[in-house]
């Protein structure tokens, strides 16, 4: 019987610890949010999607003249989004990209905001720093870059000097942290 309730109290306490960890999260895409909101004639790119919810929350947000572009390396998440985009009635404002995130084919200093999110769990570091320069070749003169959830962040802050950005501030929510890099 004590064993019962010992793997019960432990499932209990991993249940507990993912969501806090959820929640985490969400306060983080929440300083993003805020700071896209009513926002005219603005471009998004989302370099690494995960399940792709926080499109359909950005597009809801943006006014028409802005879109959201998610970028996808699998034809089949492609499809999904496109699914969820359809039928949260944000196509006018959302697009799903079929890319390589390190070799975009935007044009240079054309967006004005770069999310970038668990940059961490991609290997080796240096096609994480190839995908951090191409949301620097991308983003516009007054243009922001987030990243959410990431270790390694020394590292970038390095790399974002290097390239001359000196306002750069890092936010903890919780156990969440998130970059919020200004190019002026």
Known sequence: MRIIVLIIAIIAVIILASAWG?????????????ELRAKNDIKVVDMLVNN????????????????IFEVVGDVKQAQ?????????????????ITDDVANLGFKD????????????????????????????????VDGTIFIINSSHLNDYH??????GFKNVLIKRIGSSKIMVVKRN
């Open 22 to 34: 959820m929640f985490q999260k969400q306060l983080a895409w929440k300083v993003i949010n805020n």
């Open 52 to 67: 792709g919810k926080n499109i359909v929350t950005i597009a809801q947000q943006l006014v028409t003249s802005s879109k």
């Open 80 to 96: 999904k989004l496109k699914s969820k985009i359809q039928a949260a009635a944000v196509a006018d404002r959302a697009e799903i």
């Open 109 to 140: 200093h054309s967006v004005n905001y770069v999310i970038i999110n668990n940059l961490q769990q991609i290997k080796p570091a240096i096609t994480r720093q190839r995908i951090l320069q191409e949301a620097i070749r991308i983003l516009n």
């Open 158 to 163: 390095r790399l974002l000097e290097y390239y």
